[in-house]
């Protein structure tokens, strides 16, 4: 039974990239449009967008279908991810140019990464910042209890911005992860760090997609890396890359076709510990869809690293 459907969007293109439900069962919608009529809501931090149109949205839907209300963000930006804090307040990131509206700001730099948030209401930003020293963005993001965001991505910058850095210089000039944990207003950095290796076999380097904060407090991280010397733990799971050809993805064994390319691109960790990824195949067999998506349960020896302490404890490759 569909509960509701609906279009989003203007006469212009829209492309909805994340989504995040709150406690109530109300749905957080953001990505990027062009749309100059984009549905807006009276009252809402942004109703416009002027000129060139190029911005991200936040669009809140009711659990019943209707419009909690909808905002542009400002600035060329594209909103790659989402997240909502138990108060309603919105968290995005992605990638940015010019003109983002700087609010309590960590960087008023401009950057390749950004970070904001809105208000419960969708009235205003609490803060709204770029990230970054050029080359970066922002792909996945989290808030703990505190209200702490943290925001991983990829960058090329060897100016990423530092605080009690794991990794504190790019290993490799076209692409390091990174993971950033920002104070709960915005305004400064309680650490940041280059997670990356130092000479991958192709030119994707190291991306980290997603991330995830447990009830205790540890980071999960998951993503791509086609470097053979990524930073692993000594208890790891699995310390083989499977270096098995050029392509800029990662590898795992699928049951019936073998070894397939494949993108880690999200992560979730459960009030029991359990961690859950998310992974996107693109299969060349025409018994398998074009998208496969798969979710594999792991277990905490198998995928979880911890940084919290500036120390990771233990990480898998997947294969």
């Known amino acids: 039974m569909i509960l509701y459907s609906t279009y989003l969007g203007g006469s212009g293109f829209d492309t909805g990239r994340a989504i995040a439900v709150d406690s109530a069962g109300n749905a957080y919608v953001t990505g990027s449009t062009n749309s100059a009529d ?104 989290a808030v703990d209890t505190s209200g702490s965001a943290y925001v991983v991505g990829s960058t090329s910058a060897m100016n990423f911005p530092l605080k009690n850095a794991l990794q504190s210089s790019l290993l490799y000039p076209l692409s390091n992860a990174f993971i950033t944990k920002f104070s709960p207003d915005g305004a400064s950095l309680a650490f940041s760090t280059y997670l990356g290796g130092t000479s991958p076999f192709n030119s ?3 991306v980290a997609t997603g991330v995830a904060i447990d009830p205790l407090g540890n980071i999960h991280i998951t993503g791509t890396s086609s470097s053979c010397e990524f930073p692993l733990s000594l208890n790891a799971f699995n310390t083989d890359c499977g270096r098995i050809s050029t392509d800029p993805e990662v590898f795992r064994r699928h049951p019936e076709l ?27 067999r025409q018994q398998l869809r074009p998208r496969h998506y798969d979710f594999e349960q792991l277990s905490s020896a198998e995928s979880h690293r911890n940084i919290t302490a500036g120390v990771i404890e233990w990480f898998r490759h997947r294969t």
């Open 204 to 206: 994707a380097g190291d």
């Open 258 to 284: 073998g070894w397939q390319p494949d993108s880690v691109f999200h992560v979730h960790a459960e009030r029991t510990g359990g961690i859950f990824t998310r992974n996107r195949s693109r299969q060349e």
């Open 38 to 141: 984009f549905p807006t809501t009276p009252g809402a931090f942004n109703t416009t967008c002027t000129g060139f149109c190029n911005t991200s949205f936040v669009t809140k839907v009711l659990a019943d279908g209707g419009l909690g209300y909808s905002t542009f963000m400002g600035g060329v930006t594209g909103a790659w991810a989402i997240v909502v804090d138990s108060a309603g307040a919105a968290y995005i990131t992605g990638g940015a140019g010019s003109g983002l509206p700087l609010v309590n700001a960590f960087q008023s730099v401009p950057a390749g990464g950004f970070a904001q948030k809105l208000k419960p209401d969708g009235t205003a930003l609490d803060y709204s910042t770029y990230l970054g020293g050029g080359g970066d963005w922002g792909r996945g993001i």
